[in-house]
C-alpha cells in the first residue's frame, strides 16, 4: 500500500523480554517519528529520523529504548528487558519534510502488552 | 518548548448538534496548528491546520482559526454526525527549529443517532 505500514500490528511479551517494531514509511518521506500512545493520554515523542540519523532521541525514556533506520526507509524500534509499564500503541508517522511544515501520515500503530 | 492544551473528553453529542473542542496553546513565535484526527481502528490523520495568525483551517465540515490574541485554535463544526465520532488531537510543532509535533491529550467524540 501507499501508506505507512507497522508490523506487527499487536505484540504480546513476557517482562523482561526484547520486542522489536517495525515501520515502513511512505516511499521518499525522509521524516520518520515514532510516539507511545498510553491508554488514556495524548502522543508521547519517542525519537526522530531524518534520513537515517536521528538528531532528536530526547524522547526516548530510558537506555532500554533504541531505534535505527536504514537506506533511510525502514525503521525498528527496539525495547530491551520489556516493563509492564512499556504496555502502550506505538505510533510511526513520516513526512515528506518535518511535519513542522507538512502533513505527517500514520500507521495504524503496534499495541503492545508486556505481561 | 512549545506545548498545548486541549479539552478534556469525552464528549457525547446528538447528531446535528454544534461542535467546539478548545485548544489553547503556548509557543515561542507563530508556528503552525494543526489539528489530527483517528477514527476507530486507524492511525491519525491531518484533519486541517492553519500556517500563520489570523489563518482559517478547514476540512470535511470543521474549521479552526488561528488567534494569537487569545492563543487559541478551537476546533468547530456547525452539525455533526455520527460518522465524525473519533479522538480529536490539537497539535504544534515542538519548538521553534524542531521538526516533530507535539500533541494535545486528545478529547474522544461520539455522535449518536
Known amino acids: 500500500g501507499a501508506g505507512v505500514s507497522q508490523s506487527p500490528s499487536n505484540k504480546v511479551t513476557e517482562k523482561g523480554k526484547d520486542v522489536e517494531l517495525r515501520c515502513d514509511p511512505i516511499?521518499?518521506?525522509?521524516?520518520l517519528y515514532w510516539y507511545r500512545q498510553s491508554l488514556g493520554q495524548g502522543l508521547e515523542f519517542l525519537i526522530y529520523?531524518?534520513?537515517?540519523?536521528?538528531?532528536?532521541k530526547s524522547g526516548l525514556p530510558s537506555d532500554r529504548f533504541s531505534a535505527e533506520r536504514t537506506g533511510g526507509s525502514v525503521s525498528t524500534l527496539t525495547i530491551q528487558r520489556t516493563q509492564q509499564e512499556d504496555s502502550a500503541v506505538y505510533l510511526c508517522?513520516?513526512?515528506?519534510?518535518?511535519?513542522?511544515?507538512?502533513?505527517?501520515?500514520f500507521g495504524q500503530g503496534t499495541r503492545l502488552t508486556v505481561v | 518548548g512549545n506545548s498545548v492544551t486541549q479539552m478534556e473528553g469525552p464528549v457525547t453529542l446528538s447528531e446535528e448538534a454544534f461542535l467546539t473542542i478548545n485548544c489553547t496553546y503556548t509557543?515561542?513565535?507563530?508556528?503552525?496548528l494543526f489539528w489530527y484526527v483517528q477514527y476507530p481502528g486507524e492511525g491519525l490523520q491531518l484533519l486541517l491546520k492553519?500556517?500563520?495568525?489570523?489563518d482559517k483551517g478547514s476540512n470535511k465540515g470543521f474549521e479552526a482559526t488561528y488567534r494569537k490574541e487569545t492563543t487559541s485554535f478551537h476546533l468547530e463544526k456547525g452539525s455533526v454526525q455520527v460518522s465524525d465520532s473519533a479522538v480529536y488531537f490539537c497539535?504544534?510543532?515542538?519548538?521553534?527549529?524542531?521538526?516533530?509535533?507535539?500533541f494535545g491529550s486528545g478529547t474522544q467524540l461520539t455522535v449518536l443517532p
Open positions: 509557543a515561542t513565535g507563530y508556528p503552525s
Open positions: 529520523f531524518q534520513g537515517n540519523s536521528a538528531p532528536d
Open positions: 492553519a500556517t500563520k495568525a489570523d
Open positions: 516511499s521518499g518521506h525522509t521524516a
Open positions: 497539535a504544534l510543532p515542538s519548538s521553534g527549529s524542531a521538526r516533530q509535533l507535539t
Open positions: 508517522a513520516s513526512s515528506l519534510m518535518g511535519a513542522g511544515n507538512t502533513e505527517a501520515f
